[in-house]
């Protein structure tokens, strides 16, 4: 898998450069800052982007910026985007749209090594993944929105759904059977007005799309 690596710290840069590199992956550039990130983009056009949200010169948020555009001249380009802080905003400006292929992990979830590897891939097949604290900042947002309606466990498995794990996943992790799983998305659909579908990642997209309407209109 082709990578392009934007982020200003130097020595998460190049752990993310050995990381990735050393997971079989092949990082075709880095960018420092926020005006050398399009430029990498359009020459070498990645599998993936793993861009951070700040960076210089502003450490505003360049690297989102940069994101946006790209999938714009990039059409289908993913990108994950790493974060020092939940910053709801930003994810919600990502997912805008319901797009595949989309990522939003605070910097910490880089250490742990099997999960990052795991949502890079994820997002690089066109998938989601979202940090598991920016989806309980999303699921815990609104109580007067229809999330309030859900059980205790379909509100565990919309997190894991939002956080981008099939059923399978989603039945191991919860110890319960994968048909129990498909009977609570089925649930959480109704409740939350959203046609039922089992098809991939495009449920979990829906569900995305839910939250950040929701979150939006909280802010």
Do not use: C, W
């Not at 994820?122 to 920016?134: F, I, M, W």
């Not at 059980?151 to 939002?162: C, H, N, Q, S």
Request: aromatic fraction near 4%.
């Amino acid at each position: 898998m082709r990578v392009v690596i934007a982020e200003d710290n130097a020595l998460l840069r190049e752990g993310l450069v050995l990381l990735l590199t050393s997971s079989g992956h092949e990082v075709v550039a880095v960018a420092g800052s926020g005006p050398e990130i399009m430029p990498a983009l359009l020459q070498h056009r990645p599998d993936v982007a793993v861009l951070d949200v700040r960076m210089p010169p502003g450490f505003r948020d360049e690297g989102l910026r940069a994101a946006l555009e790209a999938r714009e001249k990039i059409p289908g380009l993913p990108v994950l985007v790493l974060s020092q802080y939940v910053e709801e905003s930003y994810a919600a400006e990502l997912l805008g749209g319901g797009a595949s292929g989309v990522g939003y992990l605070l910097k910490d979830r880089v250490g742990r090594v099997d999960e990052f590897l795991d949502a890079l891939e994820r997002v690089a097949s066109g998938g989601t993944a979202l940090d598991p604290e920016v989806v309980t900042e999303l699921l815990t947002r609104r109580r007067d929105s229809p999330l309030g309606s859900l059980t205790p466990r379909e509100r565990e498995v919309l997190k894991l759904m939002a956080e981008g794990h099939d059923n399978a996943t989603i039945a191991t992790t919860l110890v319960i059977t994968e048909r129990s799983v498909s009977k609570h998305i089925g649930n959480i659909f109704l409740k939350l007005h959203l046609p039922p579908s089992d098809s991939g990642h495009r449920r979990v997209l829906a569900v995305l799309a839910y939250l950040n309407d929701h979150q939006q209109k909280g802010a």
